[in-house]
């Protein structure tokens, strides 16, 4: 039991290891790689329209509060990204305030 859960922990150590690391030395002696300047440009914008459809994946629209617990967070996470560009205080203040509008709907 005990040898599994150290086999384990070292097979999650080494996978997350090695796709930390491989990246760096695949791409070291490369100056400019227009792949990876197409990845480092629209990678932020690709995660947060994940994250958008994951959040939104299992809202039942049908049935009372109608998703607007989601919808006004969301706009509200917007709101302040768009007047502060800090992501910092988007989610602390948008987990505040999704917090207080599960109470309130």
């Known amino acids: 039991m005990f040898s599994a ?15 930390r690391v491989l990246a760096y030395l695949i ?14 440009k629209n990678m932020p914008l690709i995660i947060i329209i994940v994250l958008f459809f994951y959040t ?25 990204h768009f007047k502060f560009k800090n992501a910092l205080i988007s989610i602390v203040l948008g987990t505040i305030f999704y917090i207080f509008i599960l109470r309130i709907l």
């Open 5 to 19: 859960t150290l086999l384990l922990i070292f097979a999650a150590f080494l996978g997350t290891y090695l796709t």
């Open 27 to 40: 791409f070291k002696n490369q100056n400019s790689n227009h792949r990876l300047d197409f990845i480092q």
């Open 56 to 80: 939104f994946y299992e809202v039942d629209f049908t049935q009372s509060p109608y998703g607007m617990n989601m919808i006004l967070a969301c706009i509200f996470v917007f709101l302040l």
